[in-house]
């Protein structure tokens, strides 16, 4: 029994003694670990990311999101491009004047441009009402609706729905 045991444990020795020592081998994991680390962050990011759009159209250059001017233009090109071929993404959210309002960058078909969303409920947005926001923006809608209401004075944009939020 005595030897049994004993040549057990010369075997362990003996084996612990021979074994490849790799003193590099804890720099190799740890710089493994950052570059999947790394890789990964990139993946996530990029997944969120909306495709570049260039605007080209001097009228909303020339002036803000939310003046009628600008809206009046983002009536007229809505009215001439593929609206199966728009995406929505959040830009922001913003409220000015207790009126709550939701900004999204609108692209395909030829437009690039910022809608100005006024928010009079927000059914399946709540949490996005609740958190401002954050955490959303870059998110893509699909099949946004809203609804226009012009006069003389003012452009408005009023949220309706939306199918799918691509977060």
């Known amino acids: 029994m005595l030897f049994v045991l004993t040549t057990a444990y010369l075997e362990k020795v003996s084996y612990a003694a021979n074994r490849p020592t790799n003193t590099l081998y804890p720099f190799f994991y740890i710089m493994k670990t950052i570059h999947l680390f790394l890789i ?3 993946f996530a990011l990029s997944a969120c990311d909306r495709p570049e759009c260039t605007n080209t159209n001097p009228v909303f250059d020339a002036n803000s999101p939310n003046s009628k001017v600008y809206k009046d233009e983002l009536i007229n090109q809505l009215e001439n491009v593929d609206q199966s ?32 969303l006024n928010m009079n409920h927000w059914r399946k947005l709540e949490e996005v009402r609740k958190r ?36």
């Open 85 to 116: 071929k728009l995406t929505y993404w959040l830009q922001k959210y913003e409220e000015r004047d207790g009126i709550e309002s939701l900004y999204f960058n609108i692209q395909g078909d030829g437009l690039c441009a910022i809608l100005h």
């Open 40 to 42: 990964s962050i990139v």
């Open 132 to 167: 401002k926001g954050v955490g959303r923006r870059g998110a893509e809608f699909t099949h946004l609706q809203f609804n226009v209401v012009s006069d003389s004075v003012s452009t408005q944009f009023i949220y309706v729905a939306y199918d799918r939020m691509i977060d």
